[in-house]
Structures are given as structure tokens and as C-alpha cells.
């Protein structure tokens, strides 16, 4: 079973920075696809990043991108998320999840609040 545990969210004014840390435990991470996905009040999930664990490979919708690359450790089995340029409308909680072969995000974090003030 694996476990993703999120960290690094906190409160920030608007045009700061803060790295979120998405560390997996249980099995590594070979053939999944990690996402980014956020949470503000009164809205849907969305998804904001994700990367292939084998190839590197990143997907970024417009919304966000150039913004928020995301990266990983291969060494540590913990994705990143590099948060540039914070807007107060980026204030959401954000997750990590895993999707395998299934094409399912079938596990999730437990979310770590960002708040960017104005």
C-alpha cells in the first residue's frame, strides 16, 4: 500500500514562493504518473501538474503553467512542487496523488494548505 504524505504549505503574500515536498512511502514509484492537484473553497478539485515517474515527462494546463514546475527525487521517492509568483487566488489546499495502470489517481494525500494574502 502506498502512502503519500504532503508538506511545506504555509501562509505567503502575493509574489512569494514555497516548495510543497510529496514524499511516497510503501513501494517506489516506478510506472505511476505523481499529480498536483488543488482544492480552494466552493471549487473543484483541479489538476495543476503531474510527472511520469519513469520518464520525466510533465503536464502543466494553462492555468498555471510556467508557474508551478513540478520535479522529483528518484533517490528520496518525493515529488516537488516549486510555487512561483503566488497569487491570492492560489490559496487551496493542495494534494499529491499517484495514477497507475488503471488511469485512476487511486491514492491521495492528506493535503497541505497554501494561503497567499494580497
Known amino acids: 500500500q502506498v502512502q503519500l504524505a504532503e508538506s511545506g504549505g504555509g501562509s505567503v503574500q502575493a509574489g512569494g514562493s514555497l516548495t510543497l515536498s510529496c514524499a511516497a512511502s510503501g513501494r517506489t514509484l516506478s510506472g505511476y504518473n505523481l499529480g498536483w492537484f488543488r482544492q480552494a473553497p466552493g471549487k473543484e478539485r483541479e489538476l495543476i501538474a503531474s510527472i511520469n515517474w519513469n520518464t520525466a515527462g510533465t503536464f502543466y494546463p494553462d492555468s498555471v503553467k510556467g508557474r508551478f514546475p513540478i520535479s522529483k527525487d528518484n533517490a528520496k521517492n518525493t515529488a516537488y512542487l516549486q510555487m512561483n509568483s503566488l497569487k491570492p487566488e492560489d490559496t487551496a489546499v493542495y494534494y499529491c496523488?499517484?495514477?497507475?495502470?488503471?488511469?485512476?489517481?487511486?491514492?491521495w494525500g492528506q493535503g497541505t494548505q497554501v494561503t497567499v494574502s494580497s
Open positions: 496523488a499517484l495514477r497507475g495502470y488503471t488511469g485512476t489517481w487511486a491514492y
